[in-house]
């Protein structure tokens, strides 16, 4: 029984650490990196369905700025050549925008990325359990139970390990998840950046990009939560209540599923995107 225990705390004790390696992996994926044809795909949609939407949103914030333009100076009465010049200026800035969504979209991403595999570097340094000091600390705890308090542990043991193989595929939903919402949110970026040139519809194109940054450094909070989740569970290995533990890192791991929920609505409350 003492050999099942350890074979099963093994197990759990792999997980954490294998947590902090394969969310940073996932997490620090680009979009193109993730997976290259889908991304293709809403690089693909956005060219030949959402441009030419964008085009006709340019077209409309053009001739609304001429317009603007015309009634601000007098009917022209006042009208002079650096307002013309202002205004090919914004023309030519919105289609330079437009036509390179993609690049800048990606650039973005790609800073985010950045971010998460330093983090991943440090956290991961620092958060290592070293799972062989562990179970040596527990040896003598184990040896002096009785059978009975033993066949409990093994059933609590089992119990945990599928708690948290259960929570390992909701965290790998929330990571999907993720994804799946940039590759939507990037397939209609040509719309929200043909406004920017517009100080009344530029707000949509500024929002917008707020949100972009939001999803870029989700990625880094995330990273944050597996640390201090693999911090707390380092913490708890060398009590002396090895019952208490192992609920312990079932709760902590419950807390750091709950916890990834909320790192999308905190990133965009710290970026002020709506």
């Given amino acids: 029984?003492?050999?099942?225990?350890?074979?099963?705390?093994?197990?759990?004790?792999?997980?954490?650490?294998?947590?902090?390696?394969?969310?940073?992996?996932?997490?620090?994926?680009?979009?193109?990196?993730?997976?290259?044809?889908?991304f293709n795909m809403i690089r693909n949609i956005s060219d030949t369905v959402i441009v030419p939407i964008a085009g006709m949103i340019i077209t409309f914030v053009l001739v609304y700025e001429l317009i603007t333009m015309v009634l601000d100076k007098n009917n022209m009465a006042?009208?002079?050549?650096?307002?013309?010049?202002?205004?090919?200026?914004?023309?030519?800035?919105?289609?330079?925008?437009?036509?390179?969504?993609?690049?800048?979209?990606?650039?973005?991403?790609?800073?985010?990325?950045?971010v998460v595999n330093a983090s991943a570097r440090?956290?991961?340094s620092n958060t290592y359990i070293d799972i062989a000091a562990v179970l040596d600390s527990m040896q003598a705890g184990l040896e002096a139970m009785g059978v009975g308090?033993?066949?409990?542990?093994?059933?609590?043991?089992?119990?945990?390990?599928?708690?948290?193989?259960?929570?390992?595929?909701?965290?790998?939903?929330?990571?999907?998840?993720?994804?799946?919402?940039?590759?939507?949110?990037?397939?209609?970026?040509?719309?929200?950046?043909?406004?920017f040139t517009n100080k009344e519809w530029g707000q949509t194109g500024n929002n917008y990009l707020r949100g972009l940054l939001a999803l870029a450094f989700q990625g880094l909070l995330i990273m944050v939560c597996v640390g201090i989740y693999?911090?707390?569970?380092?913490?708890?290995?060398?009590?002396?209540?090895?019952?208490?533990?192992?609920?312990?890192?079932?709760?902590?791991?419950?807390?750091?599923?709950f916890t990834l929920f909320k790192t999308g609505s905190l990133s965009k409350s710290i970026f002020n995107a709506h």
């Avoid at 705390?9 to 792999?14: A, I």
């Avoid at 205004?87 to 990325?113: C, H, P, R, Y």
């Avoid at 119990?159 to 790998?172: G, H, P, R």
């Fill in 149 to 195: 308090e033993l066949l409990g542990l093994v059933l609590e043991t089992y119990i945990v390990s599928l708690c948290m193989t259960a929570i390992t595929v909701c965290i790998t939903i929330i990571i999907y998840g993720r994804m799946i919402e940039i590759y939507l949110y990037t397939s209609l970026a040509p719309i929200p950046f043909a406004t």
């Fill in 122 to 124: 440090v956290i991961g």
């Fill in 78 to 114: 006042d009208i002079d050549t650096f307002s013309f010049f202002k205004f090919f200026f914004k023309a030519a800035v919105a289609i330079i925008l437009v036509s390179n969504t993609f690049t800048i979209v990606s650039g973005i991403f790609d800073v985010g990325q950045s």
């Fill in 230 to 257: 693999a911090v707390l569970v380092n913490t708890l290995t060398i009590t002396d209540d090895i019952h208490a533990s192992i609920w312990m890192v079932a709760a902590y791991t419950v807390l750091l599923c």
């Fill in 1 to 38: 029984m003492i050999d099942i225990i350890k074979t099963n705390l093994t197990g759990m004790f792999n997980d954490v650490n294998n947590k902090v390696g394969t969310i940073a992996g996932d997490v620090g994926q680009t979009p193109a990196g993730w997976n290259g044809e889908i």
